[in-house]
């Protein structure tokens, strides 16, 4: 298992120091401490936004708060699956560190150290409005409000394809028959659901009450791909297809090829393909309103002055690019998520970050903003010291997938213009698979450079680092995760 360095360490307590100083600076002007307002969608692609750039996409609520505040063009999630990146958000830990494989797991206890648990103790009330796919018996240290949101059942069971599992099936996903116009759906009711929540805890709220973490956990633009026509119809035509150069997805890593088997997309006809990138874009501008409307409910609330808001998502959307949609791979179509900071009152609007971050760094940094250290052993670093313009971020992010419809394991380390994909073996007949990409000249990632000799040293360098990162060989990983699959929770769904 990983050990944690005495530099991380050092640099947690420094950061905490620094978190409490730079925040004392306000408690003259106004209350000791801000609340943090976290806005959580649910498969949200990072260049689907009109501060991505991106001219064709209309977010103004997202854009204007990106006025406001600071834009993080290098974030990415720690696992690209909603259950393991919500958990390792939560415990401020890498998904292999705390067994969140795939949609069915938990972290190991209900009491388990958490970024909620972190803000209780500093004088926080912690509160959770909306989905992040938690088990229904747990809710690691927040107070459930407008519903409940999360029923789950969670067995802890998976397993692996076959390595030689890729026979074609002849048939098509039934996802791709929930492309469609509709004024309603259960993406959209819950959405609704959200936004109604969140504003009325803002109204009642008293000024004077303890200060606040709230999570609006969104689930849009999450497919199906369901949205009123009047949304679709500014995107219809408009949107390009994915380029896809010829022979390319022959060329694909064999867990990538597994996945477009295992969800049935190797055949999706090219309207199907235009239609869902069109209808993707309109649900992002439709949740983009609702969020609207809850930043205008901040606005319109005594704590409008003294509230941080952060917007992200727990994955991003392939949108046919790479012949793959949902998430589940590394490419920057699925791990690449937004990341909007906005508090004026300590940062000035219009800013940019380049450098790469994850979710862990953001929990921690909401550990920061609470005015306690994170855990010695989480995986983040606050990132208060870099939003306030001081030097040295560490640019660097890890996300792994360990999940399903894959034959191994596969774990990514994105730092500077580069990012290295390292597959497991996944049988004793086939050796590990490796990827890396130049995003800078290649942003796409659509060339593999992983077997040119002039690029070996840097490979090496990354796996290197990589390790150092996780503190465990992924291919051990991989064995730990199969043995977790095979025994599970013990447990059944209801019903």
């Not at 067995?155 to 996903?173: H, I, N, V």
Request: hydrophobic share 35%; proline share 6%.
């Amino acid at each position: 298992m990983r050990m944690n360095t005495s530099r991380r360490e050092f640099l947690k307590t420094a950061g905490a120091c620094v978190a409490g100083a730079s925040l004392s600076g306000y408690a003259s002007a106004g209350p000791e401490r801000p609340n943090i307002l976290l806005i959580m969608s649910d498969e949200h692609n990072a260049s689907v936004m009109g501060c991505a750039p991106n001219n064709i996409a209309h977010t103004p609520a997202l854009d204007h708060l990106a006025e406001k505040g600071i834009v993080f063009d290098t974030c990415y999630c720690n696992s690209p699956l909603c259950v393991p990146s919500r958990l390792s958000f939560t415990s401020g830990k890498y998904v292999s560190r705390v067994g969140a494989w795939n949609n069915e797991c938990w972290l190991p206890s209900d009491d388990y150290p958490s970024v909620a648990r972190l803000a209780n103790d500093s004088g926080y009330e912690s509160f959770l409005c909306g989905k992040m796919h938690y088990d229904r018996t747990r809710r690691y240290g927040f107070k459930e409000i407008g519903g409940k949101m999360n029923e789950g059942d969670k067995t802890g069971l998976g397993g692996r394809r076959k390595t030689e599992d890729l026979k074609a099936t002849g048939k098509t996903s039934e996802r791709f028959k929930d492309f469609y116009t509709a004024e309603d759906s259960k993406v959209l009711s819950h959405d609704r659901a959200v936004t109604a929540g969140v504003g009325a805890f803002l109204s009642k709220r008293e000024a004077n009450a303890k200060p606040f973490f709230l999570i609006a956990g969104y689930l849009a633009p999450h497919f199906p791909l369901i949205v009123p026509e009047s949304f679709w119809k500014k995107y219809e035509g408009r949107v390009s297809p994915p380029e896809i150069p010829e022979g390319y997805l022959d060329r694909l890593p064999l867990n990538y090829k597994h996945l477009r088997n295992g969800f049935n997309m190797e055949e999706v006809p090219e309207a199907v393909v235009r239609r869902g990138r069109e209808l993707y874009y309109a649900l992002t501008e439709w949740v983009d309103a609702e969020i609207g409307k809850t930043l205008a409910a901040l606005d319109n609330s005594p704590h409008a002055d003294n509230t941080i808001v952060i917007y992200t998502s727990d994955h991003g959307e392939n949108m046919g690019e790479h012949g793959l949609w949902w998430k589940n791979c590394l490419f920057d179509s699925a791990a690449r998520v937004p990341l909007i900071v906005s508090w004026p009152a300590r940062w000035p609007g219009g800013q940019r970050r380049t450098e790469a971050c994850s979710l862990v760094d953001v929990a921690s940094t909401i550990a920061a903003l609470a005015g306690t250290p994170a855990q010695a052993d989480w995986d983040g670093d606050s990132m208060l010291g870099w939003m306030d313009g001081k030097e040295g971020w560490k640019d660097r992010a890890v996300s792994e997938y360990y999940a399903h419809n894959i034959a191994s394991g596969y774990v990514m380390l994105r730092a500077g213009d580069y990012k290295y994909v390292y597959h497991c073996p996944p049988d004793e007949g086939r050796g590990p698979e490796r990827e890396l990409y130049c995003l800078k000249e290649d942003p796409g990632e659509l060339r593999n450079l992983a077997a040119l000799p002039e690029h070996r040293q840097r490979m090496d360098a990354m796996h290197a680092s990589l390790l150092k990162e996780l503190g465990e060989h992924p291919d051990e990983t991989e064995k730990r995760c199969r043995t977790d699959y095979a025994k599970g929770y013990g447990r059944k769904r209801r019903g």
